[in-house]
């Protein structure tokens, strides 16, 4: 009997254990750390694959010169507009006499949020030392990065705010970046994120039914999946809205979420739907995949039910009326069950959901994009309307 951590095979590298972006943050710090004058001496193939990562970073050449670093910061705070932030790493660095500044915005489930890189970037030009000649800013993803994240990165580097002085590093730059000839690639830290970014990296085509087993087992080939699924315009068509990985007691799942629609009238202020993929083993045979119906309440649940002790009733009558707009509409001859257990008040509940294997994605989909229609029809008559635009 195999011995799991966390469902998966007992393994001896550090990163299937550490796997929070603090922890990437970690080994990012000490890889960077041996890029000083001391360690170009005492540990040279550590400080060339340092180097390495570096440049790429800063938008240089291999061949340049060194930059040494002098000085690394994690979650520096920033403040902006009576916001405040905290940068990933900040790294202060020399070449050539002159001071140079790297902001380090690194991803593993998570993209760009909240304008965050430009708010980062600006705030600190408003300081003194900073100037669009020694302020670089680069956005590392470990992670698969789907097309429209990349296209909105590559879009965002060439505005005039970053003066070519943003890069993006995904998922297969990086492990290109960290993999090289030589005693560094024998360091153990080192060597167990290469290979667990090397584990990551797995090319499918879904145009192959075999690749669809492989589902659930592997987070670049969800990632994938929802790329592959977001070119349809069973999604294109309804509002493709994020992508990403949820972390809960239950080992977390990757996600998908599509066809918002919001109002114009508490308890909810959107309703969409959420594909949801566990992980599984390559060897369990029934690898169950859902697509949720849920509701987005206007606050956080405990501001809400603190303003209004009625408030869970008022939402599981409302969340009735969804579910039965949707159940009374069946005629029993459908292909999956809609389900509606695993209710509670949140931010975000669940209204029901429906149980799929992968290669039913078709059906799956035109059926929960069906239900949201005669969800939106039944609001309506109870006069809750959708706002017609909105970003």
């Known amino acids: 009997m195999a011995i799991t951590y966390k469902g998966e095979f007992l393994t001896h590298n550090m990163f299937d254990y550490a796997t929070s972006e603090l922890s990437q943050d970690a080994f990012f710090c000490w890889l960077l750390s041996y890029s000083t004058q001391q360690d170009k001496k005492e540990y040279g193939d550590l400080f060339r694959v340092s180097q390495s990562f570096l440049k790429h970073m800063l938008g240089k050449e291999e061949s ?3 930059y040494f670093v002098e000085k690394i910061e994690r979650q520096k705070k920033i403040i902006s507009k009576d916001q405040q932030g905290y940068i990933d790493i900040f790294v202060t660095l020399k070449n050539k006499g002159q001071t140079l500044y790297l902001i380090i915005e690194d991803k593993i489930n998570t993209g760009e949020h909240d304008n965050q890189l430009t708010k980062y970037y600006s705030a600190l ?8 000649d020694n302020l670089f800013l680069s956005y590392v993803k470990s992670e698969y990065m789907i097309k429209s994240e990349k296209q909105a990165m590559e879009s965002l580097k060439e505005t005039k705010l970053f003066h070519g002085h943003m890069t993006v590093i995904d998922q297969t730059m990086l492990l290109q970046i960290l993999r090289q000839e030589g005693d560094a690639a024998e360091h153990i830290i080192l060597n167990d ?4 970014l090397n584990d990551k990296i797995t090319v499918v085509n879904f145009n192959d039914s075999a690749s669809f087993q492989l589902v659930g087992t592997n987070s670049t080939v969800n990632y994938e999946y929802f790329e592959f699924l977001t070119q349809l315009d069973i999604i294109k068509d309804h509002k493709f809205c994020w992508c990403g990985y949820v972390n809960n007691a ?3 799942f990757h996600c998908l979420t599509w066809n918002e629609h919001k109002f114009d ?5 959107s309703i969409y ?3 949801e993929i566990p992980p599984y083993s390559e060897e369990e045979e029934n690898k169950e995949l859902r697509i949720v119906l849920k509701l987005k309440a206007y606050e956080e649940k405990n501001a809400l039910l603190a303003a209004d002790p009625d408030l869970g009733q008022k939402i599981r009558a409302v969340r009735e009326e969804i579910n039965a707009s949707i159940l009374e509409a069946d005629n029993g001859e459908e292909e999956f069950s809609y389900e509606t257990k695993y209710f509670r008040i949140g931010h975000t509940m669940r209204a029901g959901y429906i149980a799929f294997d992968a290669e039913e994605y078709r059906k799956a989909i035109q059926t929960m994009n069906t239900y949201v229609d005669r969800v939106l029809e039944a609001l309506r008559a109870n006069h809750i309307h959708e706002v017609e635009a909105w970003e």
Not at 125 to 132: A, G, P, T
């Open 265 to 269: 009238k508490e308890p909810f202020s």
């Open 64 to 66: 340049d010169c060194e």
């Open 273 to 275: 739907l959420q594909m």
């Open 193 to 196: 994120f290469i290979k667990k």
């Open 125 to 132: 030009l408003q300081e003194q030392q900073y100037n669009c």
């Open 250 to 252: 239950r080992g977390g």
